[in-house]
């Protein structure tokens, strides 16, 4: 392949023209758009909550398994209006598929995608008839999967694979797409690309993302968006320098990239546990909460949005400033542990950037949230 | 352009004594510099061929190296510092240059003077020597009447320490550059330190300079760009229809990288790969049309990739 061919192919993806101030990128992929996308997928602006008190023991940090598993039944049957699993999960997952999990590991080993979930969720694959040889459990880093423990909660045959082995210096591209990347120049770094992991390039037919419901100093939130762009993604930790961050417009690139959005068939937020500050890692038992729930749907900026929303609302309770808070005043390096600094000026905003590459609905009046209380 | 028709292979300055040549010989080290107060006495010795230096009349340069930023300090960066005399090869190839290397060291050394085509002298210790003899054995194997290096920015070279510092931020970023002492116009773009674009008011902040002459030359015209590794340099020899790309991680086996990726300018369909790692071979080879891609799935320390049309 010569390189116009590869620009050809390349312009078949979204090419991203940024509003003046942002970076621009170069999307690189050989992958068109399927022709029923996953995400924003069949059910754009549809959002299902599933509630239980009991799903989740706050004194011990101890997940209900079994609750777990019917709040899954009850949001999938919710979503796609159905009376039964199988008939549900069918929607989204053939026995034909290979897929993959993408969980979301970078608090671990105090806030990860609950192997509780996880498990509910390939027990339904299986049961639909994919092989456990063809479902992966996912993530960047080996070194963060590993502490999760999720061979317990799966059946064995299960893949869990990693593209590299640690996060930091040391790692490896060669669990790397060379030719799936988003290049940009972001603070003159030399590196200016970040590759799409190979197996979602080479390997997966579908994708079930399952991020948790998370404040980022950076992202302002971390939920759908961030954990299939910068979780699928090489070498995106350039994008935070001192306290400017990119994330408001790369996010959203990177999970408009294909194959991402055509494979992301659904997202199951993890709203077990939660962070409201300091994530996405859990720097003080103090910044744990819990939102007792599940999120289900399609369409990953619509879920982020109630993101935001759930956040807000717990940093409020806390009287600690908004997330879209972008005063200087609040910047301290190693403030982290006092809810009033961060290191960064958040950008919760990428929600909505998001938005207009196609990727889902952000008006709230246009998100059809639907609630179920077990 | 400018040829370099020597060989280039570093040499060890030793300065025990001739009892000492098993040892050397073991290590396939076949020629060493020693200082004029041991010169008589190697004479005599068979199978080691020998130079008298002045170790005194040697320059003395940076030992190779990756320096991690203080974990406690604030730095501008926390990559870590690559500690090279690329550009002190580049402004002086002609002169007569000392590493003090001790340890593994030693081959980083050999390494660099080898790529920058600079027959250095490398003074090392018992330890370094095995690594040392490693390394020269394998530049042997590549040692040939070098090509022209190749470059496309020119560096007009006042000779200060911030036009040094300047040229070292170039050689760390692989924006490959010959010195010049006026302009030339066959280059792609020429830096002038103390010209509008480079002006003096910002010798002070070489990294700004450096990224300014990587804009205005622009990444698509840079002959060589790395991804995946701040901590490999390159440089490129070649002429019509074959170019020769050497590549050194400063990090060495302490730090080996698990994945490079390399663009190089012009379409090259054949591959070769001489390096410290064994059974190396490059994949996910792609041909643009202006440019040549491929992944070497693992770099220790040194590698010599050939590439021709």
Known sequence: MNRRQFCNLAALSPLIKPPSGLPTYTIATRFKPAQSPGSPGRWRGKVIKVYSDVCIDTSSNRVNAVVVREMLSAGIQKLTGTSDDRAAWAQFISKEDVVGIKVNCSGAPKI?????LVGAIITNLIALGVPASNIYIYERFEDQMRVVNFPRFVPSGVKIVAAEAINGSGGTILGYDPETYV???????DDTRSNLTRIVSERLTKIINVPNMKEHQAAGVTGCLKNIAYGNFSNVARSHQNEKTNTYSFIGTLASVEPVPSRTVLHVMDGLRGVWHGGPFLRDPKFLFFPKQIMLGTDPVAMDRLL???????RKSEGAPSIFDRSTDQLKSRGRLDTHFNAFIREPGHVEYASHLGLGEYDIRRIQQEVVKL | MRLFLAL???SLLWDSGPETAPVLKQQEITAIAVPTSRAAAWQRVPGISLTVVDPLQLTRVLTPSLADPPANESAATRRPWVNSNGWRFLRNPQGNYLYEAPGVASALAAAESFTFGVPALIHTDDKGLAALGRMLTLL????APRNPSLANIGFVDDGTEPSAEFMNLLVRKNLLFQVFKTPDPKMALNVIPGSADYPQSEAGRPSLLAERVRDNLNDEKRLLRIFGSDNVIGRLEGTAGVARLYLINYGGAKRPIHGLRVRVLGRFSHQAVIADTEKLRLFDIREFDAAT????????????????R
């Open chain 1, 183 to 189: 290049e940009v120049n972001f603070f003159g770094e």
């Open chain 2, 8 to 10: 280039v292979i570093p």
């Open chain 2, 140 to 143: 042997r194997t590549v040692d």
């Open chain 1, 112 to 116: 990860h995608s609950s192997p509780e």
């Open chain 1, 308 to 314: 935001i929303d759930i956040i807000e609302e717990k």
């Open chain 2, 293 to 308: 891609e491929f992944t070497i799935p693992e770099l220790t320390m040194f590698a010599v990739i050939d590439l021709s």
